[in-house]
């Protein structure tokens, strides 16, 4: 499965499985952002503006399946 990512220093895509939980995904992520980002402060939203936003830590054990991501 093909998951793209939008930031403020552009936009990203990762290869992903959907039994793949949320964190597993943290050291991909970070890989694509500059290396001044904090871990902790990474978001993510099904909403390009910030819509039910989370913070990744707060996903820990949720896999991409079960949020209905194919």
């Keep these: 499965m093909l998951l793209r990512f939008q930031g403020r220093d552009g936009q990203f895509r990762l290869n992903v499985e959907p039994e793949s939980d949320f964190v597993s995904l943290l050291p991909q992520i970070l890989e694509k952002l500059p290396a001044k980002v904090d871990p902790a402060s990474i978001t993510l939203s099904s909403k390009p503006h910030g ?20």
């Excluded at 989370?54 to 194919?70: A, D, F, P």
Aim: charged content about 25%.
């Design 51 to 70: 819509g039910d936003a989370r913070q990744v830590h707060t996903l820990k054990g949720i896999t991409l399946k079960q949020v209905g991501l194919r």
